[in-house]
C-alpha cells in the first residue's frame, strides 16, 4: 500500500477555469474519460455502502454446506470455506471498508482543517508546536502505529475509524495551514479587517471556507487510502473481526488455499478493493487538478 | 505458548523448584499445565488397558530378534528415497536433555524418540495402512528382557549385549546412573514427576542437596543385569510412566565423561551438545534452532533401520511443509490443517498415514463468565449447556470441515482410553430440543443472555480450518436464539490464557491431546477442581459430587468398582458438560509416497519413532 | 546550509525522544493489561502482584520511564515479557529482513520510475506517456499484499518460476549465523553462493510486488516536476542566456530530483510499517511480522523496541531528504533558514 497524498497532476490538463463549482465539474467530466470512470466506481462504492448487505443474493454471514465451491452460475464468485457465497459479501462489505473511509476522512477532515486554521492564522509558539508535533507523527511508520492503538483498544469498526482519522489528520492541518498563511495576507481579508471585524470572524468567515478547497479535493484520495489501511488491518488480524464482511479480511481468508489454486476466495475483494481505490483516487486527482488550474 | 515461551516458564518452575517457593501441589500443577503432564499423561493414556480392541495381528516380535518391528506389508508404491529422510517440523530442539529446560518442546521429545531406548515400550502391530497401532496395555521388553512384580517390588533383568551409539555396553549402573539423575535436582523435574506417579519416588522434592544425591530404598543391584525397583504402595502406572521420552536410559560411561564438579550430571552435555543413548541414531550435527542431523547407531540392538540418515529441519509455515513434502524436498511432515492433510492425499507423491488416537474438539464455556456461569445457579448453567449440545451440527463439521477424518464424541473422556464410556447419542443435532432447553434455563429464544461468554474465541493461526468450525457452530446456536461472536487469539496467547490463566470466557479447543492413561486421570486432568488435584480445569468446572468420586476412585485397588466408579464420574460430567465435545480427529502425518511403519505416539511428538520407518 | 543542517540535527534527538516517551506512555495509557495476559482475568490478587514485579509493572511510572529512558542510551529495550529474550538481539534477527526488502524496492522502483518519469514528461500526449500516467495512478492506489497473492498465484502456482512462500530460503537451507543477519551480505561472506541465489528467488516475489506498487506514485511525481521544470521560467531564462544544453539537462536534473526525494522518503517512512502485509504473505520474518505479533501479545518492551527503531528510521529518512532537499533546490535552504 502506498500513500498517494502527493503533488498536483496533470492528466486533466485540458480542464478550463470556468466559473462554478458544479460547472467546473461537468468540464471536467467532459474532457477526462478516467475522472468518469472514477466517478461512476466512487458512486457504486457509495450506493453499496448504503444497500449493499440488502441486496445479498445469499445470507451473509451463515455458514453452509456449500464450501470451497468455484464460482457458478449459483455462486457467481464462489464460496470460500466457511461455505459464505463470496459475491454477496464483495457487494455487502462496502458497508464497512467504505463507511469507515468515509467517517475516518470526515473527522480527519474537520480536526485537520480546524487545526490548520488556528495554527496558521495564530503564528507564535503554540502554532509552532503543534507543526513540530505534527512533524514528529509523520515521521512515524503509521500503518503499525495503527495496528498497536486499534489492536489495543479492541478490534472494533469505531476504534478504526479513529485510529486512521488520526493518522490523516496532520494531511489536512497542513494543507490548511499553507493556504492560511498565503490568504491571510489577501485583499478580501485585509478588507474585512479594515471594516472592523474580529480576528475569530475573519478566520473563520472568510478565511476557512475559501482554505477548506484543497482539503475538500484531497479528500477522496484520502478515503481510498483509509479503504486500504482497513483492509490492510484486517488482512493480518488487526482489523474488524471475522464474519464481518470486509473486503481485506476476505482476501486473507483465502490467502492459505491461493497457493494450492483455489483462487475466488481472495481474488474477487481484492479486484473490488483495487478498483475502488483507484476510482477514489482518480476522482481525487481529478479535483484537485481542477483546483490547481483555478490557482 | 510458543515453545520458547513454555521452556521458559518451565525454566521458571526449576527455580521455584530449587527455591522452594513454590509448594509441591504449586509445583505439580505448573509442571502440568506447562505441558508436561500432558504429554506424560498422554503417554500414560496409551496404556490405559483392554477397552479397546486393537485389530488382530501380531505383537511385535519378541525384543531379543532384532529387526521386528513390521516386517511384512509391501509398499504399495515403489519410492526410491534412499536411505535419507528429512523431516519437518515447525521447531527445531533447542536443547536435548529430558529434563532440560526445552523438554516441552515436541521437536525436543521427537529427537529424543531417536537418540534414547527406554525399559519398555508399549506394543503396536502394523495395520493395513502402515501405522504402527498402540495396544494399550500391553508392553514389550525393549532394554528390560523381563521384568516380574512381586508386592511392590519389581525385578528387572536387562538383555545383555546392548551396545551405546558411544560404544558402551548396557549395565544396571546406567540404570543406577539414569535413576539417580532423576532424583537429583533437574531443571524441570519432569522425571521426579514420573517416578513419583509411578510410586517409585515420594513426593517430596527432588534433591537439591548434593550430599543426599544418591539413590536409597527404592533402587538396588543385583548383579550387572539384574536390579530390583520398589515402590511405595501399588500404583498400576510404573509400566506406564517408563516409555515416556525423558526416562530414556544414559550411557553412564559417556555422561561421566562429560560431568564437571559444578554439573555432576552432565546437564549441560546432554542438554546442549550431544546424546548419550542407547537409540537407533546418533547425532551428527546440530544447527540449534533450525536443523538437526542425525546418523544411525551401528551398535543399535535392534539392528539397522531402512533409513541411515535422518535430518530435522525447521519449516514454521504450514503452507511451506506441503509444498516441500510435494516436491520431494522432504519425506515426512506434521501439524498440518485437515485441509491441507486432505488435499495432499490426492497427490500420488504423498501418502497420508492416520491414526484415530486422542485428539479432540470441543467447546470450552467457562464456569467463571455469564451467561455460562448460569448467574452462579449450577442447574441454569447445566441446561444452557445442554442446549449447546443440542445446537451443534457434529456431522456437518466432520464431513465439511474435517473431510471426514475425525468422529464424534459421545463422551468426555478420548474414547480409546482405559473406562472411557460411550454414551452414543445422548447428544444430538437437534435444535429444538436446544431451544426448549434454553426457555427452560430461563432464555426463551435467547433473550436475556448476556455477558463475555458471547463471543467465542480460538487459535487466529488455525484460522484457516477452525475458522468454518467457529461459523459453523456461530451460524447453529444463532439458529436458536444464541447470538455470538467471534474472537481470534493468536496461538501463543489462546494456549496460555487456556492451559495456565482459564479466563477464556468461550474457548473452541481445536488439536488438544486428550490426557490421561484412564478415566481417572483424563478427570484430573480436565475436570477436577485444582483443590482436589485437578490440573489444567480451563472452564473452572466444580463439582463436589464428581471430584468425591475422583477421589475416591484414585486410591481403589479394585479394579471392577473402580471401574463403576469410574463410568458414574462420567456420568456427572455427561450431564454437566464442563466441555461440550464435539469430535475426536484423527491424528495425521504425510509421508513420501510408499513410507510405512509410522508408529504414532500420543505425546506431542507426532513423528513418533523412525527406526519402525521402512518403503 | 550548515545552519539549516546543524538545527535538523539538533531537532532529531528530541523529536526522538518524544516519540519513545509518548509510545511508552501509551501503552500504559491504553486499556490493555499485560498482568492479565499472564496470571490470566482470573488471576489472584498475589499472583497479579507477583506478576507485576516480576515484569516491573510494579513500580512508579517515573521509575518505569527512568529505566526505560536509562536503557536507550545503551539500546537496552529489556526483555520480551512473552520469550524472556533481549528484544535488542530479538530485533537485531528481524529489522535486516524488513531493511533488505523496502531496501531493494525503493531502489529497483527508483531505477525504473526516475528515467521513465523524465521519458514520458518529454512525450506529452503520446500512447506510451497515456498508459505509463494511468498505471502511475492505479498503482500508487493497490493494496499490494493481494497484488503479492495474485503473483504467488500466477508466478509460483502456475508458472513454478519462483519457490513457494516459504520465507528468505528453501526448507532445506540454513542461514549462515551472523555477522551482519542481512541475508545477502551474510551469504556472500560466508561464500555461500548458492544460499545467496536462493534468497534471491525468495525475495524476488515480495520485492517485484513491493516496486510495482511503489513506481507509480514516483513515477507520477518524476513526470510532473520534470513537466514543471521544463515549462519553467528560470529554464526558459536560462536557455534564452544561453546556457550549454549540457548545463541546462543539469539544471532540470537537479531541480525536478527535489519532489521526488520528498515522495520517497514519505513512502520509506510508511512503508517500514506497511511491509508487515507483504510479509505476511511471502512468510517473512521482519519487523513488521514481529511488531504485529508483540502487539497482540502485549509485549511492551517488545513493542517499545519496535517503536523507537521506527522512530529512529523514519526521523532519519526525513533529516536526509530535508538535507537532500537543501541541496538540490537551493531556494529551500534560504525560506528555511
Keep these: 500500500m502506498s500513500a498517494t497524498d502527493t503533488q498536483p497532476e496533470l492528466e486533466f490538463e485540458e480542464v478550463l477555469r470556468p466559473a462554478g463549482f458544479g460547472a467546473r465539474v461537468k468540464e471536467l467530466l467532459r474532457t477526462s474519460w478516467l475522472f468518469r470512470i472514477g466517478l461512476v466506481i466512487v458512486v457504486i462504492a457509495v450506493i453499496l455502502a448504503i444497500i449493499g448487505p440488502y441486496i445479498a443474493r445469499f445470507p451473509l454471514e451463515t455458514a453452509t454446506l456449500d464450501t470451497n465451491e468455484g464460482p457458478s452460475s449459483k455462486h457467481w464468485f464462489g464460496t470460500d470455506s466457511n461455505g459464505f457465497d463470496i459475491f454477496s459479501r464483495v457487494l455487502a462489505a462496502p458497508r464497512i471498508d467504505v463507511s469507515i473511509a468515509l467517517a475516518a476522512t470526515a473527522i480527519s477532515l474537520a480536526i485537520g482543517s480546524l487545526l490548520g486554521l488556528l495554527t496558521g492564522y495564530f503564528r507564535g509558539w503554540a502554532g509552532e508546536s503543534v507543526m513540530r508535533v505534527v512533524d514528529t507523527i509523520q515521521a512515524f511508520p503509521l500503518f503499525v502505529l495503527a495496528i498497536i492503538v486499534v489492536v489495543m483498544t479492541g478490534r472494533s469498526i469505531q476504534n478504526v475509524i479513529i485510529v486512521i482519522a488520526l493518522l490523516n489528520i496532520p494531511i489536512f492541518l497542513r494543507m490548511m495551514r499553507s493556504q492560511v498563511l498565503s490568504l491571510r495576507e489577501r485583499t478580501f481579508v485585509e478588507a474585512a479587517r479594515s471594516s472592523g471585524s474580529r480576528e475569530l470572524n475573519i478566520a473563520f468567515g472568510h478565511v476557512l471556507p475559501n482554505g477548506l478547497s484543497p482539503g475538500l479535493a484531497q479528500a477522496p484520495i484520502t478515503m481510498g487510502f483509509a479503504i486500504l489501511v482497513t483492509a490492510g488491518l484486517s488482512f493480518i488480524g488487526a482489523g474488524v473481526q471475522p464474519p464481518t464482511p470486509e473486503w481485506g479480511a476476505m482476501i486473507a481468508s483465502g490467502a492459505d488455499t491461493i497457493v494450492i489454486g483455489e483462487w475466488w476466495t481472495s481474488v474477487f475483494p481484492g479486484i473490488a478493493i483495487s478498483l475502488t481505490v483507484f476510482g477514489f483516487a482518480v476522482v481525487g486527482e481529478g479535483l484537485r487538478a481542477m483546483y490547481l488550474r483555478q490557482g | 505458548m510458543t515453545d520458547h515461551e513454555k521452556s521458559q516458564q518451565i525454566y521458571q518452575l526449576g527455580m521455584h523448584a530449587i527455591r522452594g517457593t513454590m509448594s509441591r501441589k504449586q509445583l505439580l500443577k505448573r509442571a502440568a499445565v506447562l505441558g508436561i503432564v500432558p504429554s506424560v499423561v498422554a503417554l500414560l493414556a496409551a496404556c490405559g488397558g483392554d477397552s479397546v480392541a486393537p485389530p488382530p495381528a501380531e505383537p511385535e516380535a519378541p525384543p531379543a530378534d532384532p529387526p521386528a518391528d513390521a516386517p511384512e506389508p509391501a509398499p504399495p508404491a515403489a519410492a526410491d528415497i534412499g536411505d535419507s529422510l528429512v523431516i519437518l517440523e515447525t521447531e527445531i530442539a533447542p536443547g536435548l536433555d529430558g529434563e532440560g529446560t526445552s523438554f516441552g518442546q515436541i521437536s525436543t521429545q521427537t529427537a529424543l524418540a531417536q537418540l534414547y531406548e527406554h525399559l519398555v515400550q508399549p506394543m503396536r502391530t502394523e495395520d493395513a495402512n502402515g501405522v504402527l497401532v498402540p495396544e494399550f496395555g500391553t508392553y514389550e521388553g525393549r532394554l528390560a528382557e523381563s521384568w516380574e512384580q512381586n508386592g511392590l517390588e519389581w525385578t528387572w533383568k536387562l538383555r545383555e549385549g546392548v551396545i551405546s551409539a558411544a560404544g558402551n555396553e548396557l549395565t544396571t549402573k546406567d540404570i543406577e546412573y539414569s535413576l539417580a539423575r532423576i532424583k537429583a535436582f533437574s531443571p524441570i523435574p519432569i522425571g521426579w514427576f514420573l517416578m513419583t506417579v509411578a510410586s517409585i519416588m515420594s513426593l517430596d522434592l527432588p534433591n537439591t542437596d548434593p550430599s543426599e544425591r544418591g539413590l536409597a530404598d527404592e533402587f538396588e543391584i543385583v548383579d550387572d543385569y539384574t536390579f530390583i525397583l520398589r515402590q511405595m504402595e501399588p500404583s498400576p502406572n510404573l509400566l506406564t510412566v517408563l516409555p515416556v521420552v525423558s526416562l530414556g536410559i544414559y550411557d553412564s560411561a559417556k555422561m561421566l565423561e562429560n560431568a564437571t564438579d559444578e554439573d555432576p550430571f552432565s546437564r549441560d552435555f546432554a542438554d546442549q551438545v550431544d546424546s548419550a543413548g542407547f537409540g537407533a541414531y546418533s547425532i551428527t550435527n546440530w544447527d540449534k534452532g533450525e536443523s538437526i542431523s542425525m546418523t544411525v547407531n551401528p551398535n543399535y540392538f535392534r539392528g539397522e533401520p531402512e533409513f541411515k540418515n535422518l535430518t530435522f529441519r525447521r519449516v514454521p509455515q504450514a503452507g511451506a511443509r506441503v509444498t516441500a513434502i510435494q516436491s520431494g524436498d522432504a519425506n515426512v511432515t506434521t501439524g498440518l490443517s485437515p485441509k491441507e492433510f486432505h488435499e495432499l492425499d490426492q497427490s500420488d507423491a504423498v501418502d497420508v498415514l492416520g491414526w484415530l488416537g486422542n485428539v479432540f474438539v470441543a467447546l470450552g464455556p467457562n464456569y467463571k463468565s455469564e451467561p455460562w456461569a448460569g448467574g452462579g445457579d449450577p442447574d441454569t448453567s447445566r441446561l444452557l449447556r445442554q442446549a449447546l449440545a443440542y445446537a451443534i451440527p457434529y456431522d456437518d463439521i466432520i464431513e465439511q470441515d474435517f473431510f471426514g477424518q475425525a468422529i464424534k464424541w459421545n463422551g468426555l473422556i478420548s474414547s480409546k482410553f482405559y473406562g472411557a464410556v460411550d454414551f452414543g447419542d445422548r447428544y444430538s443435532y437437534d435444535p429444538d430440543r436446544a431451544r426448549e432447553l434454553l426457555a427452560e434455563a430461563g432464555f426463551p429464544e435467547g433473550t436475556g443472555l448476556e455477558g463475555p461468554g458471547l463471543t467465542l474465541s480460538y487459535i487466529a493461526e488455525h484460522a484457516s480450518f477452525i475458522e468454518p468450525v467457529a461459523n459453523r457452530i456461530r451460524t447453529a446456536l444463532a439458529d436458536v436464539g444464541i447470538n455470538i461472536e467471534l474472537d481470534p487469539l493468536p496461538q501463543t496467547q489462546f494456549v496460555d490464557r487456556e492451559t495456565n490463566l482459564d479466563d477464556i470466557p468461550f474457548s473452541l479447543l481445536d488439536q488438544q491431546v486428550a490426557i490421561g492413561p484412564d478415566a481417572g486421570y483424563q478427570s484430573q486432568l480436565n475436570h477436577v477442581t485444582p483443590d482436589n488435584g485437578g490440573l489444567d480445569n480451563s472452564v473452572n468446572y466444580a463439582s463436589a459430587e464428581f471430584d468425591a468420586i475422583y477421589l475416591e476412585q484414585k486410591v481403589n485397588p479394585d479394579v471392577e468398582s473402580r471401574l463403576a466408579q469410574m463410568e458414574a464420574m462420567q456420568a456427572i460430567l455427561i450431564e454437566d458438560l464442563p466441555r461440550i465435545p464435539i469430535l475426536e480427529r484423527a491424528s495425521q502425518i504425510a509421508v513420501t509416497a510408499g513410507i510405512r511403519g509410522w508408529s504414532p505416539k500420543p505425546d506431542g511428538s507426532r513423528v513418533g519413532e523412525i527406526w519402525t520407518m521402512h518403503t | ?337
Aim: proline fraction near 5%; charge should be neutral; aromatic fraction near 12%.
Design chain 3, 1 to 337: 546550509m550548515s545552519g539549516f543542517v546543524l538545527r535538523r540535527l539538533l531537532l532529531f534527538l528530541p523529536q526522538l525522544l518524544a516519540i519513545a516517551i509518548v509510545g511508552f506512555a501509551l501503552l500504559r495509557l491504553l486499556p490493555v493489561d499485560p498482568v492479565s495476559r499472564i496470571v490470566g482475568s482470573f488471576g489472584t490478587d498475589e499472583a497479579r502482584q507477583s506478576a507485576k514485579e516480576t515484569i516491573g509493572l510494579d513500580r512508579s511510572f517515573g521509575e518505569q520511564l527512568g529505566s526505560f529512558l536509562e536503557g536507550l542510551l545503551t539500546l537496552d529495550f529489556g526483555e520480551s515479557f512473552v520469550s524472556g529474550d533481549s528484544v535488542r538481539a530479538e530485533l537485531g534477527d528481524r529489522i535486516p529482513v524488513t531493511l533488505q526488502l523496502i531496501g531493494i524496492g525503493f531502489v529497483l522502483a527508483l531505477v525504473i520510475a526516475i528515467p521513465l518519469g523524465r521519458y514520458i514528461a518529454s512525450k506529452v500526449g503520446g500512447r506510451i506517456e497515456k498508459v505509463t500516467t494511468v498505471y502511475a495512478l492505479f498503482a500508487g492506489a493497490q493494496p499490494d499484499f493481494w497484488w503479492g497473492l495474485i503473483f504467488l498465484f500466477v508466478f509460483f502456482f502456475k508458472l513454478g518460476w519462483f519457490p513457494a512462500p516459504l520465507g528468505q530460503l528453501d526448507p532445506t537451507q540454513i542461514a549462515p549465523d551472523g555477522p551482519t543477519r542481512f541475508i545477502f551480505i551474510d551469504t556472500l561472506v560466508h561464500g555461500q553462493f548458492d544460499l545467496f541465489v536462493s534468497a534471491l528467488k525468495h525475495y524476488a516475489l515480495p520485492i517485484i510486488t513491493l516496486t510495482f506498487v511503489l513506481t507509480g506514485p514516483i513515477l507520477k511525481i518524476m513526470r510532473q516536476s520534470a513537466l514543471d521544470v521544463i515549462s519553467s521560467d528560470y529554464l526558459l531564462y536560462a536557455k534564452a542566456s544561453g546556457f550549454t544544453p549540457k548545463r541546462v539537462r543539469r539544471m532540470t536534473a537537479r531541480n525536478s530530483f527535489a519532489p521526488v526525494v520528498t515522495i520517497t522518503g514519505v513512502l520509506l517512512v510508511f512503508a517500514l510499517g506497511g511491509a508487515v502485509l507483504i510479509e505476511t504473505v511471502f512468510a517473512l520474518p521482519g519487523l513488521g511480522r514481529y511488531a504485529l505479533s508483540r502487539t497482540l501479545d502485549t509485549d511492551f518492551p517488545a513493542i517499545q523496541g519496535a517503536i523507537v527503531f521506527m522512530a529512529a528510521f523514519g526521523l532519519t529518512v526525513y533529516l536526509v531528504m530535508d538535507i537532500l532537499y537543501a541541496l538540490l533546490d537551493p531556494r529551500v535552504r534560504h525560506s528555511r533558514d
